[in-house]
């Protein structure tokens, strides 16, 4: 059984362009999850998808957007970028709506220049 | 809002020796989990364990064990036998059982596993 993919793994950018990164969750999993890593703020949480409603949003600035497909295939999306929004985007999938056993992806890390 | 705090920001620790990792939190829900997850240089989030909070039993995964204390709001791991493959990174983390869809994470301890 295939486990969380994201793609890309890397990806460079210029400030002020938008970026796009992609998740596919386990085969049968509905629920995917978004975080941001980085040095200074840890482990924060961006949104979470459930059959393709967002079921909650963290504290990020509108520039930050999802949205899941109906194959569970969910993508986030970064306009304008900052130099600060350069992270480890994790993602996570779920089968039940408690996301209690969770299994993340080995992430994007974007480096905004 | 839940909290978790890591306190240790590095430990390192002997091959074949024990270990423990400390974490607090603080939340005023009756109802909730608790996990650690251990991140390899490969970056990749592995569960390690969980803990229901409703258990009063400690829960065990076979060199890892933590002890869980529902009144203090301290959830450590114990790492026996330490093993090379152990070096990482380790995040303890929340979830509530009410909405059961958010993790809160700590700060992270980076465990080294020393020859």
């Known amino acids: 059984k295939a486990g969380v993919t994201q793609t890309p793994r890397y990806l460079i950018k210029t400030r002020g362009q938008q970026v796009t990164l992609s998740c596919s969750p386990i085969?049968?999993?509905?629920?995917v999850s978004w975080y941001q890593q980085t040095p200074g703020q840890g482990l924060q949480f961006l949104f979470e998808?459930?059959?393709?409603?967002?079921?909650n949003k963290g504290n990020f600035p509108g520039r930050f957007s999802g949205r899941q497909f109906s194959n569970s295939r969910s993508e986030m999306n970064v306009s304008t970028l900052e130099l600060g929004d350069s992270a480890l985007y994790l993602c996570?999938?779920?089968?039940?709506?408690?996301?209690?056993?969770?299994?993340f992806g080995q992430g994007t890390r974007l480096t905004v220049v | 809002a839940q909290t978790v705090t890591q306190s240790q920001p590095e430990m390192s620790v002997q091959e074949a020796e024990t270990v423990t990792l400390s974490c607090t939190y603080d939340t005023s829900e009756s109802n909730y989990y608790l996990f650690w997850y251990k991140q390899p240089p490969s970056r990749q989030m592995i569960l390690v364990i969980r803990q229901e909070a409703y258990k009063q039993q400690n829960a065990t995964e076979n060199r890892f064990s933590v002890n869980f204390q529902k009144a203090a709001k301290s959830f450590s791991l114990k790492i026996s036998d330490s093993q090379l493959g152990d070096t990482a990174m380790y995040f303890c983390a929340f979830m509530s059982g009410d909405t059961g869809n958010q993790f809160y994470f700590g700060t992270g301890t980076s465990l080294t596993v020393i020859p």
């Open positions: 996570a999938s779920s089968f039940r709506v408690m996301n209690t056993e969770a299994f």
């Open positions: 998808y459930f059959s393709e409603t967002q079921r």
């Open positions: 085969s049968g999993h509905r629920s």
